[in-house]
C-alpha cells in the first residue's frame, strides 16, 4: 500500500499540494452525489504508480504557533503508518519555530521524507528555500502548488520509493477489507467471523480488535480480512480517531481485492462513508455494502428497498454495487454478505472472451453510436478485455479523445447488462485504433 502524507503547519499550503496530487479524480463523483468537498485524502497517479494521498492538516485544525498535543500525535501516526511524508513549509513565511518542532518529529522518523519548500513561484522565492536547510531534513525542494512548479519532480522522487509492481500474489484465497467509520460495527463482524471473543469490543468509537491479515474460515468459506482499524495503537486525542482510522483504512483497502463497506442502518449513509466507498471505487477494489443495525430499524415490507434506493442515489452512478442488511447482532445475513463478496471476488476476475465482446456490445454500439464529433464519425473497430486484474476494457477507435462520459457510462451498462460483474468497479478505455 503507498501511501504519501501531506504534514506540515497550518496555511503552507498543505490542501493547495493535495489537490494539485490528486488532480480532479474524486471531485466528478462529489458532485454528481452532492457531497460537501471535506476530503482530506484521494488518489494520485505519476508515471503508471498509483498511491493515496492524505492530507494530515483536514483532521486536526491547530493554531499557526503552537505545537498542540492532538497535532504532535497525528505527525507520529503518520510516520507510522505512511510510506512517504511530505513535509510542507513555506518560503514566504520563511522557518517558523512551529516548522522546526515538526521537523524535530520528522527527524526521528525511518521512512523517506521529502522537505518541500512551498509558494516557491519565483526564482527569488525559490532562494529562500535555502533558509530550510537548517531543519537537518536534507536539501528542500522548491515547489509551487497553486501553479504546478516542481511538483513532477518532487513526484519523481516520491515514486522511487515505491516497491516495483509486485506480481499479484497467485493465491487463491480472496483478500476481503472490512471498512467504514468507527463504530459501524466493523470489529463485532470481525469477532462474530473468528467465532470467539479475540478482543474486547465497547462502545467507545474506534475501539477494535487486534489482528492482522487473519486467514478465516467461516460458513464454508475461506479468506483473509485485511486488517482495518487494528488496536496497534489507540488515538488519544479524539480529533485522531477519524485520521487514525483513515489512515488504517486506506492500507487495508489496497492490500484487498474485496472491500466490505459496513454502514450504520441508525444514521443512514453520510459523506464520510461515501468518502471511504469512493476510494474503494477509485482503487478498483470489489465493492459490497453491509447496512448494519438493521435490528435497530423499525421496519415494513418496503424498508429495505428504500434504503437501498437512498443509497444508490447518493453512490451516483454506482448501482451495481450489492446492498445487503445484516445485523451482527442478532447473526442476520451475514453469511450472505461473505458469500456476495467472495462472489465479487470471482467476478472481479472474470475474463470474456473477444469474440463476444465484438459480437454483443458491437451490435448495441451499432444501435447507438457515439454522437458524431464536428461532422466525424466515431467508429469503434474493435473491443478487448485487458489482461490485467481488473476488468477493463479498451475500445478502438478513430477518434479515441472524442469519446464523451455519458457514452462510456452506456457501454458499461450495456457490458453489465449482458456479462454482470455486479459490485466490480469496471474501466473503459479509448485508444487510437
Ligand atoms: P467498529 O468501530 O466499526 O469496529 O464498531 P464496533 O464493532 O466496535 O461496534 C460499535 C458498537 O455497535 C458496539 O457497541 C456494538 O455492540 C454495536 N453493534 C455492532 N453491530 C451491531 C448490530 O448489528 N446491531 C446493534 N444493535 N448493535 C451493533
Redesign the pocket.
Known amino acids: 500500500a503507498n501511501l504519501v502524507a501531506i504534514v506540515g503547519r497550518p496555511n503552507v499550503g498543505k490542501s493547495t499540494l493535495f489537490n494539485r496530487l490528486v488532480e480532479r479524480r474524486d471531485a466528478i463523483m462529489d458532485n454528481e452525489s452532492g457531497v460537501t468537498r471535506d476530503r482530506h485524502y484521494g488518489q494520485a497517479e505519476w508515471t503508471g504508480k498509483s498511491f493515496t494521498v492524505v492530507d494530515t492538516g483536514g483532521y486536526v485544525v491547530g493554531s499557526e504557533d503552537t505545537f498542540e498535543e492532538a497535532i504532535r500525535e497525528q505527525v507520529e501516526i503518520a510516520i507510522e503508518e505512511s510510506t512517504v511524508l511530505l513535509f510542507v513549509v513555506d518560503v514566504e513565511t520563511g522557518l517558523t519555530d512551529l516548522d522546526r518542532e515538526f521537523g524535530k518529529l520528522l527527524r526521528r522518523s525511518k521512512k523517506p521524507i521529502y522537505l518541500v519548500a512551498n509558494k516557491a513561484d519565483t526564482g527569488e522565492k525559490a532562494m529562500h528555500a535555502y533558509e530550510f536547510y537548517e531543519l537537518g531534513m536534507g536539501e528542500p525542494m522548491a515547489i509551487a502548488s497553486a501553479s504546478g512548479f516542481g511538483t513532477g519532480d518532487l513526484l519523481d522522487e516520491v515514486v522511487s520509493n515505491f516497491p516495483e509492481d509486485e506480481d499479484e500474489e497467485e493465491e487463491a484465497i480472496p483478500r476481503i477489507a ?1 471498512i ?12 462474530l467471523l473468528l467465532n470467539k471473543e479475540r478482543s474486547i ?9 487486534d489482528a492482522v491479515d487473519a486467514k478465516y474460515n467461516a460458513f464454508g468459506k475461506e479468506f483473509i480480512l485485511t486488517d ?2 487494528g488496536l496497534r495503537r489507540k488515538a488519544k486525542a479524539m480529533e485522531n480517531v477519524e485520521f487514525y ?1 483513515v489512515m488504517r483504512t486506506i492500507k487495508a483497502i489496497e492490500r484487498s481485492d474485496v472491500c466490505i463497506a ?1 454502514l ?1 442502518a441508525t444514521r443512514g449513509i453520510e459523506s464520510q462513508d461515501l468518502s471511504i466507498i469512493n476510494l474503494a471505487i477509485k482503487n478498483k477494489k470489489g465493492i459490497v455494502i453491509m447496512v ?5 430499524i423499525e421496519k415494513d415490507t418496503n424498508t429495505a428497498r428504500e434504503f437501498e434506493k437512498k443509497i444508490q442515489e447518493r453512490l451516483g452512478g454506482a448501482a451495481y454495487i450489492p446492498i445487503i442488511t ?5 447473526k ?1 445475513r451475514i453469511s450472505k454478505v461473505i458469500d456476495k463478496a467472495i462472489e465479487v471476488y470471482e467476478n472481479r476476475k472474470m475474463k470474456v472472451m473477444t469474440s463476444a465482446l465484438n459480437e454483443i456490445i458491437g451490435r448495441e454500439i451499432e444501435r447507438r453510436p457515439p454522437p458524431a464529433h464536428r461532422g466525424h464519425h466515431i467508429k469503434i473497430k474493435y473491443i478487448t478485455q485487458l489482461p490485467i486484474h481488473t476488468p477493463v476494457f479498451a475500445f478502438f477507435s478513430n477518434y479515441p479523445r472524442h469519446v464523451k462520459g455519458p457514452y462510456k457510462s452506456f457501454i458499461e451498462n450495456k457490458i453489465r447488462e449482458h456479462f454482470g460483474f455486479e459490485g466490480v468497479p469496471m474501466g473503459i478505455v479509448f485508444k487510437e485504433k
Open positions: 472490512v467504514g467509520r468507527p463504530n459501524v460495527g466493523k470489529s463485532s463482524l470481525t469477532n469490543v465497547t462502545d467507545i468509537a474506534g475501539t477494535t480488535r482495518t482499524a482510522s459496513v450504520d448494519n443495525k438493521w435490528d435497530l445484516t445485523s451482527v447482532l442478532e442476520q
